[in-house]
Structures are given as C-alpha cells and as structure tokens.
C-alpha cells in the first residue's frame, strides 16, 4: 500500500533524522495539501462556469446551438471546441502571470497589503456580479 504518515524508528538501516514531527511540520502540510484541493476546486468552477447554458449562449453560441442540435450527448467530450479549450486555459495562464505580479507587490509593500488588496478585489468583483 502506497503512503503512510510516519515511519518506526530503528532497524531499518535507514538515515537518523534530527528534526521530528512538530505542529510547525504538520501546519506546513495542511497548507500544501489546501493548495492542491483548492486546485482541484478551481478546475471544477471553471468546468462547470463553461458548461453553464448562460454562459455558452452569451460567450459560445455557435457551441450552444452544437448542444442543441446534438442528438446523443456523452459525458465525456460534451465541447469538442478549440477556442472553448483556449478560454480555459487563458484563465490560468492569467493566474500564472497574476502570480508573478503579485510577488513583486508583496515584495515591495509586504503580505498585509498584498492580500488586503486580493480580498478587496475579490469582493468588488462579487458586488459587481451580484448586483448585475
């Protein structure tokens, strides 16, 4: 069986290590395994925003009117379309770059002020949506 949280001391012929299992190791990594989940959720609000009929219709409509026509529909290639594909990964390409941008302001002005300036954002754009 694959994996495993600790590992017994002794008789293995295995390296001594120092350091042990502190609060500090075991936060450390919650936190990472938080940053692959909050991936694994990302993908799955883009997959479901760019399946939305809303959204097809208003951004897509020569897909929609695909849907429509199609007779059989598969749960594995629904959109078998180019630029729908090139959106998506558009979105995380622009995360990339958003990234590089905000080290540099957090660099320069410090965390408080960079995820200040996240949130802030975060909710204008929240505000926005929901009242339009």
């Known amino acids: 069986m694959a994996g495993g949280a600790f590992v017994s001391e002794g008789g293995s012929g295995g390296r001594d290590y ?3 299992v502190t609060v500090f190791v075991v936060i450390t ?3 990472a395994a938080m940053g692959g989940l909050l991936f694994g959720y990302d993908l799955g609000i ?5 399946s939305m009929d809303e959204f097809l219709s208003k951004f897509f409509p020569q897909l929609e ?20 594909q090139l959106f998506t ?12 941008v905000a080290s540099v302001v957090t660099r320069k002005y410090g965390r408080k002020v960079s995820m200040f300036t996240g949130g802030l954002a975060l909710y204008l754009n929240s505000v926005y949506y929901t009242q339009n």
């Open 18 to 20: 120092e350091g042990g």
């Open 29 to 31: 990594c919650m936190v």
């Open 46 to 50: 883009s997959g479901g925003v760019t």
């Open 65 to 84: 009117r695909q849907r429509v026509k199609a007779k059989h529909e598969t749960a594995y290639c629904k959109f078998d379309d180019q630029k729908l």
């Open 89 to 100: 990964s558009s979105l995380y390409l622009a995360a990339l770059v958003a990234s590089f």
